[in-house]
């Protein structure tokens, strides 16, 4: 039995026999969290009828960290709010637990942006934890100027800069390869008193690796080993990454095996990175020879490596091998991330085989995944190409249900493949979804020019707005402060009453 079995048996006595209190709700959800049990934690918080108890900030903070942990975080935010509305006051820690969520998210950044506008307005101060995550955030999203005016505005509220502030900027320099300025901070630092720790000094390293200045590099990477500082792979990692980048793959493979001859141990980073190099190279044998390797050494393997292997099979289009690995992942009970799926998704669109593809796309729903745009594009075109209209429209409809607005590529390519599936009818839906969006888009976005051309382009095409498409905009014309337009609107498509018998399409 794991010991989170062993946990959950005793938090149900303590249940039964009412020992349970919100520190023992805050314990064992955190266990659950560690136990990558995300599923028994959230159906035990969300079956609380104690309201004291779900609100509890301490309780929701660790429901809160469980899910973001273990890669559930739009889950996480969605729950977030249902949090505010069931009472709780989101403390520091809440706010420091979701910005750490949006630190590898897609536009994490615009999104943490949003997530500050609702800090700000409980009355919260930022102190070093919080400006901490959003360093990390900015150094995740290439953001060195922004992560530049965070750490200057911490410094001017009197917080002391620690050694995780000093190689979060470090990183967001390394992105651009800023080594000037990145040599300034370190002289910075050692001006405050601070000695630069083996985080900051391998953040000046990926600097240097990534700014190409491989010399420097090397310099620093003796002395860290000197010093006893190069004991695990990362630094040796970040130099290889840098090099094969640069197309030195012999300079790559070198400093592998030295890490190697050296007996530095491998969590597989150093073999992810030298099997994304020789897979972009074609050298898929290659591959093979360093997953037997790293399988010899470990005897197991993690997501990392496993959507690395993935990736370098799918790119070689070795299907075998793509199997091989995705039986490896259940062997050794591997859940895969949304990465996995996108790798999965491409690589069977490309070799055309779209039911598993689809498959795929219904197995990551199932596990908590949203659909996107970017994953379905691919598999509606391909169902499109193949004749397959109606799948394709079935899947365009989930996503649109999943999303509140589409781009205009998607609503025009879904539209090509019904007219040439002759599905004529569902056609015509979607031209009028797409004419609604932009008149919606356009009233939003203030753009009253653009919004009389298209108004006066349906009506010379004879386009009927039905009595709720057209009371819907008008409302959201005057709402926004387009009076004005509102009125020429509702004049030029009510006047005389002649709209109704003239028009040849409606829109509602």
Not at 68 to 80: C, D
Not at 286 to 314: H, Q
Not at 476 to 500: N, P, Y
């Amino acid at each position: 039995m794991q010991k989170w079995q062993e946990v959950s048996q005793l938090f149900d006595w303590m249940k039964q026999h009412g020992k349970v209190s919100a520190a023992s709700y805050t314990s064992f959800i955190t266990l659950m969290g560690k136990g990558h049990q995300t599923r028994i934690a959230l159906d035990l918080y969300c079956n609380l009828e104690d309201e004291h108890i779900k609100s509890n900030v301490f309780v929701c903070n660790s429901m809160l960290k469980c899910l973001i942990s273990n890669g559930r975080v739009e889950t996480a935010f969605k729950l977030f709010e249902q949090m505010k509305e069931g009472g709780l006051n989101p403390d520091i820690v809440t706010y420091s637990t979701l910005l750490a969520g949006r630190v590898k998210a897609r536009h994490g950044y615009s999104k943490a942006c949003k997530l500050m506008e609702d800090f700000k307005g409980t009355g919260l101060k930022f102190d070093s934890v919080m400006y901490g995550s959003l360093l990390a955030l900015c150094a995740s999203h290439n953001l060195d100027e922004e992560a530049e005016t965070y750490f200057q505005q911490m410094k001017n509220e009197g917080l002391p800069a620690n050694e995780f502030h000093y190689s979060s900027l470090l990183n967001a320099y390394a992105a651009k390869g800023k080594h000037e300025k990145a040599e300034k901070l370190i002289d910075d630092m050692k001006s405050a008193g601070l000695v630069p720790n083996k985080v900051v000094l391998t953040s000046l390293l990926k600097v240097y690796a990534r700014s190409g200045l491989f010399e420097k590099a090397g310099e620093l990477l003796a002395e860290l080993d000197v010093s006893g500082q190069a004991l695990d792979e990362m630094p040796y990692c970040l130099m290889m990454d840098g090099l094969a980048k640069a197309g030195k793959i012999h300079d790559a493979q070198k400093i592998f095996d030295e890490m190697k001859a050296k007996g530095i141990r491998s969590d597989g980073y150093s073999y992810s990175t030298m099997i994304s190099t020789y897979s972009k190279i074609g050298n898929i044998e290659e591959v093979k020879r360093l997953e037997e390797e790293l399988e010899n050494i470990k005897g197991k393997y993690d997501l990392v490596v496993m959507n690395t292997l993935l990736n370098a099979y799918s790119r070689g289009r070795d299907m075998e091998y793509v199997m091989r690995t995705l039986k490896k992942m259940d062997k050794f009970k591997i859940c895969p991330d949304r990465q996995t799926f996108s790798i999965l998704i491409s690589y069977f669109c490309k070799e055309k085989l779209y039911d598993l593809a689809q498959r795929t796309l219904e197995d990551m729903q199932v596990r908590g995944h949203r659909l996107t745009e970017e994953l379905c594009s691919s598999v509606i075109t391909g169902l499109g190409e193949s004749g397959r209209a109606e799948e394709a429209f079935k899947l365009y409809n989930q996503l649109k249900s999943n999303r509140h607005t589409l781009s205009k590529v998607l609503h025009e390519k879904i539209l090509n493949i019904l007219v040439s599936g002759r599905m004529l009818k569902e056609a015509y839906t979607v031209m009028k979804d797409v004419l609604y969006i932009a008149l919606s888009r356009y009233i939003e976005q203030g753009k009253k020019r653009e919004l009389i051309h298209l108004l006066k382009w349906m009506k010379n095409q004879r386009y009927e707005l039905a009595s709720s498409t057209l009371n819907s905009v008008l409302k959201k014309l005057r709402e926004s402060g387009q009076s004005d337009v509102a009125e020429m609107l509702s004049h030029e498509f009510t006047s005389s009453g002649k709209q109704a018998g003239n028009s040849h399409a409606r829109l509602e």
